[in-house]
Structures are given as C-alpha cells and as structure tokens.
C-alpha cells in the first residue's frame, strides 16, 4: 500500500471550516483514498473515500490534486464533537485491511 | 440498525492464559476484519474473515487465530498471552458501495493482560 503523511496536529477554531492535508505522492492508480476518525475510546468512523474527483457528503469534502499525490479532507463548520484523530488512507480496489499511520490528532476550540 | 457489536467491552487476563472476543457484524454484511491498537498508536490489522475462512492476514504470530460462524459473526482467539497483547481489539465489517468498501467499526475490546 502506499504511504500517508499527515501533520501531527492541529488546531480548529468550533465553526470555522478544518482542512486537513495529506500526501500521498505513492499513490497507484488503483488506489482510493480513505478518511476514517476516532473520537477517543471509540472505534474508527467512515467519512468518505474517491478515485480521482472530488467528493463531498453530509460529513466532509474530499479534494483530490489533479496528480493525485495529495488530498484534503474538509469539514465545513467544525464542532466540538468533530474532535477526534483523522486517518488518511490509501488502499487497493478489492485489498481487505486498511493501513493505519499515526493520523492528525485535530482539536476543536470553542 | 444494530451496527457492529463486540464482547465483551473490557477483560482482565493473566500472562500465559487464552482469551476469546466476539464481534457481530452490521446487518448485511458478510465480511469481518479484526485489528488490534496499541495506546497512542493507529489499528494494525490482524486478518479478515469471508465465507468463514481466512482470507488475509497481517503480520501477527499464529497465536493469533479466528473463526467465523454461518451467521458472519466472528471470534478471535489468543493464546499465550502476553504483556504486549495489552491493547484495543476492534472488529470491523463491510459495505461495498461506490465501487470501493466501506468499513464499519466497533467499539472494541480493551484487553489488558497483567
């Protein structure tokens, strides 16, 4: 599987938008990109995944660079609850696990 | 809709014992991964089970073992235990949907081995 690297941490003031970068210069073309969360002493939560377009849900926005070496995962109105460590994924059509790195530990502040 | 359930939520276990969790998979799916994270660390992958057989493992010893029933609800057995096996066991099941899976968690295992 290719690579993730993702910042730390970072902070997000409630009601601003949170973008969070990750590159994924390895990345094959039969590569999704994932974003999972965990809010602590919880399992991982599903946000949203693509190809190659953009793609937004009632969660998040996904940005795909053209060369898709890098993504961003947007929140659009951050929360308190939206604290949480994000984990930016990339995986194989068809592959079973999901690669885990260390993620970006986000803090939301009122 | 239920989603994915584990049990039990925590356990206590000596060194040297075995321990059984189970998980039961969100309604429709057929397919159980399980992973194990350590505090302060991302889940690592142990296998995932299809059609009641293994169908990928990661880099875990074969005290590591499983099983999946007729009903796609799951356990994961681990035998020998040791201070390091220590950590959060998390089940998870999946979707297919837009052409790529969908995975969907439990709460977990903590397991704490003394």
């Known amino acids: 599987d290719a690579k993730t690297t993702q910042p730390p941490s970072m902070d997000c003031a409630e009601g601003r938008a949170a973008n969070l970068p990750c590159n994924h210069s390895?990345?094959?073309?039969?590569?999704?990109v994932y974003w999972y969360r965990q809010i602590h002493s919880q399992g991982p939560q599903y946000i949203i995944h693509?190809?190659?377009n953009n793609e937004t849900n009632e969660m998040a926005s996904l940005i795909i660079t053209e060369d898709r070496k890098s993504s961003t995962l947007i929140l659009p109105h951050a929360t308190l609850r939206d604290t949480a460590v994000y984990y930016c994924?990339?995986?194989?059509?068809?592959?079973?696990?999901?690669?885990f790195g260390a993620g970006t530990t986000v803090t939301v502040r009122a | 809709d239920a989603g994915v359930t584990q049990s039990p939520t925590h356990l206590i276990k000596t060194r040297g014992q075995q321990v059984t969790l189970r998980c039961s998979p969100k309604?429709?799916?057929?397919?159980v991964s399980w992973y194990q994270q350590a505090l302060g660390q991302g889940p690592q992958f142990i296998f995932q089970?299809?059609?009641?057989?293994?169908?990928q493992r990661g880099n875990f010893p074969d005290r590591f073992s499983g099983h999946q029933f007729p009903n796609y609800s799951s356990e994961l057995n681990v035998n020998a235990l040791l201070l390091g096996d220590s950590a959060l066991y998390l089940c998870?099941?999946?979707?297919?949907?837009?052409?790529?899976?969908?995975?969907?968690f439990g709460p977990g295992t903590r397991l704490t081995v003394t």
């Open positions: 998870a099941s999946r979707l297919y949907r837009d052409r790529a899976y969908e995975q969907y």
């Open positions: 390895t990345i094959s073309g039969n590569e999704y």
């Open positions: 693509g190809l190659k």
């Open positions: 994924i990339v995986r194989v059509e068809g592959d079973y696990k999901l690669s």
């Open positions: 309604s429709g799916h057929d397919t």
């Open positions: 089970y299809y059609e009641e057989e293994e169908r």
